[in-house]
């Protein structure tokens, strides 16, 4: 047996999902012995064939917050009915602060979506789109909102 056969290196096996971080913040907290601070990623992952989920990995890293998300994500994923690279039907959702339009675009135009939005619809593997959110500029609230919106379509 040569060392090389011996010793194998161990690979992570490939996920099938692309990540996205969406946001990071430094949250700190003022305690007895001085400030603690966490930090909170908010991620989206898809697999870029209908389906798409969100996480909020909360830790004291950077890094660990990242992968915590990214396992939340992958937990909490949603299906979404696709047709011919768009959405089925045209959807507008209140959730908290934000409303988001979602309509269906035509053949070619592409993704017409502002940042959070782009997020999540791009990993949901949908080409064509036309929205708008309207009140809030916070981007976790218009990602979950996002998500929200596209769970409600039926096929």
């Given at each position: 047996?040569?060392?090389?056969q011996?010793?194998q290196k161990?690979e992570?096996?490939?996920?099938?999902?692309t990540?996205k971080v969406?946001?990071?913040?430094?949250?700190?907290?003022?305690?007895?012995g001085?400030n603690q601070?966490?930090?909170t990623?908010?991620?989206?992952s898809?697999?870029?064939?209908?389906r798409?989920?969100?996480?909020?990995g909360k830790?004291?890293?950077?890094?660990?917050?990242?992968?915590?998300?990214?396992?939340?994500?992958?937990?909490?994923?949603?299906t979404?009915?696709?047709t011919?690279?768009t959405?089925?039907?045209s959807?507008?959702?209140?959730?908290k602060?934000?409303?988001?339009?979602?309509?269906?675009?035509?053949?070619?135009?592409?993704?017409?979506?502002?940042?959070?939005?782009?997020?999540?619809v791009e990993?949901?593997?949908?080409?064509?789109?036309?929205s708008?959110i309207?009140?809030?500029?916070?981007k976790s609230?218009?990602?979950?909102?996002?998500?929200?919106?596209l769970s409600t379509?039926?096929?």
């Open positions: 047996m040569n060392n090389n011996q010793y161990f992570k096996p490939v996920s099938e999902f990540d969406v946001e990071i913040k430094r949250v700190s907290k003022k305690t007895k001085g601070i966490h930090f990623a908010l991620v989206v898809g697999d870029k064939k209908s798409v989920g969100v996480g909020l830790a004291k890293s950077v890094a660990d917050a990242i992968q915590k998300g990214i396992k939340k994500a992958q937990k909490s994923l949603i979404i009915p696709i011919n690279g959405i089925s039907g959807v507008q959702l209140k959730f602060g934000a409303i988001v339009m979602i309509r269906p675009g035509k053949e070619g135009s592409g993704l017409i979506a502002g940042g959070p939005v782009r997020f999540v990993l949901a593997g949908i080409k064509d789109i036309v708008k309207i009140g809030s500029k916070n609230i218009n990602v979950w909102a996002t998500l929200k919106a379509l039926k096929k």
